[in-house]
Structures are given as C-alpha cells and as structure tokens.
C-alpha cells in the first residue's frame, strides 16, 4: 500500500518564477492538504482539498494556488516566487471523515535564489 | 498569542528517565489535539491523538489534556536515544490542523 508520494523531492528556481508541486494521496484517501514548513519552524497550514474543491484556506497570499483532480492526487501553484518562499512543502493526505489524521508524505525542498 | 504555543527547546533528557512536553493552545472551542513527531530531514507522524480531559496511554507515550487550562502534555517513559526528534503539538482549530514549532529532545545515552 503506496503511502503520500510527493514530487519533485527537491526544486530549485528564481525570484519571480512559477512552481508546480505534486501529491499522490495514501490509497484510500479522498482530502489533500498541503503546508510550508520553513527551517526551526512548524508547518503552515496553506489550504485543503476535497472533491476538487478548495475546503479550507490558511493566511497564504492568491500567489498560492491548488488543485485537486477527479484521482484525489493535488497539485500546489506558486507564482511570482520570492526568496521567503524558500521551505519544505508538505502534503498530507486524510479521509474526510476522520480529517484529523493526516499522513504526510516527504516533502518538496524548494529553494528560491 | 499563538494558535499553538511550544518551547523550542532544546530538552535534554538522560536515557531511562521520563521527558516531558508541554503545549498551550489559544482556542477554548478546540475539541482534537495531536502529537506528531518529525526526525531530523524527514516529514511528521503522527503518534498521539487525545479528546477528552485526563490521560491517554499507547505504550511508553501518555498525553495529558486539560481544557480548562487550554494545555496538552506529552510524558515520554523510559526515553530511549531513537526518541530524540522534534516533537510537534497540533490543534483542531476550525477544522483545519494547526501545528505549533516543535520541542527539539535530545536524550543523553
């Protein structure tokens, strides 16, 4: 039983560039989270995802984007890249109905220079 | 305030003794508390999960809630060296799981 894959494991870009980040869910899951977790800190709740529809956002700007396709896997959007964007992008997958028990795969790297 | 509040830490604990984490959260309504712990360059796991005032035990891990104060502990028993990680508190705020910044243990062999 395949667990939250995540790719690419690490990304390397530019200020001012656009990022796609990707999240197959644990088999069985239907809900998608994503956070930003920047070096020494905890992560961040950026939004949440169910039946295609964004569920739940937290205090990330619009550069910020999702999507959840009819498969259950994810995609996170980032434009217009800044250097503090700079962090660990985690995915965590869920069954609705027991929300609060998230499994999170490894992780995205994203430097932004 | 915080959402969820952690010390930082470092908590140096000896092998064999008892580490103690402590968490405070801001939201009376919150109903479901976590623990996940998170090795160095690796994602969290969740290992506790409590709703109701008092102790959860699940082996050498007891998680302590009191709503009341608004605080979540988490007892490690007979700590062992693969215990050392960061320890991250996290809260049902709103339906939506917010972490605090994690205690660092590091037990001493």
């Known amino acids: 039983d395949a667990g939250v894959t995540q790719s690419p494991t690490h990304l390397i870009k530019t200020r001012g560039q656009q990022v796609t980040l990707r999240c197959s869910p644990k088999?069985?899951?239907?809900?998608v989270s994503w956070y930003q977790q920047a070096l020494g800190q905890g992560p961040q709740f950026i939004f949440q995802?169910?039946?295609?529809?964004?569920?739940q956002r937290g205090n990330f700007p619009d550069r910020f984007s999702g999507h959840q396709f009819p498969n259950y896997s994810s995609e996170l959007n980032v434009n217009a890249l800044l250097l503090g964007d700079s962090a660990l992008y985690l995915c965590?997958?869920?069954?609705?109905?027991?929300?609060?028990?998230?499994?999170f795969g490894s992780g995205t790297q994203l430097s932004v220079l | 305030q915080k959402e969820v509040e952690q010390n930082s830490g470092p908590l140096s604990v000896p092998e064999g003794a008892i580490a103690s984490l402590n968490c405070t959260y801001s939201?009376?309504?919150?109903?479901?508390f976590f623990w996940y712990r998170q090795y160095s360059g690796k994602s969290p796991e969740l290992i506790m999960s409590?709703?109701?005032?008092g102790d959860k035990e699940d082996g050498r891990f007891t998680a302590q809630l009191n709503k009341a104060s608004q605080y979540v502990s988490l007892l490690i028993r007979d700590s062992q060296p693969s215990d050392s990680a960061t320890y991250l508190c996290?809260?049902?705020?709103?339906?939506?799981?917010?972490f605090g910044k994690g205690t660092r243990l590091h037990i001493l062999p």
């Open positions: 088999s069985g899951h239907d809900t």
């Open positions: 409590i709703y109701s005032n």
């Open positions: 995802y169910y039946e295609e529809e964004e569920r």
């Open positions: 939201d009376r309504g919150s109903q479901s």
């Open positions: 965590a997958s869920s069954l609705l109905s027991t929300n609060e028990k998230l499994f």
């Open positions: 996290a809260v049902n705020k709103d339906d939506k799981i917010i």
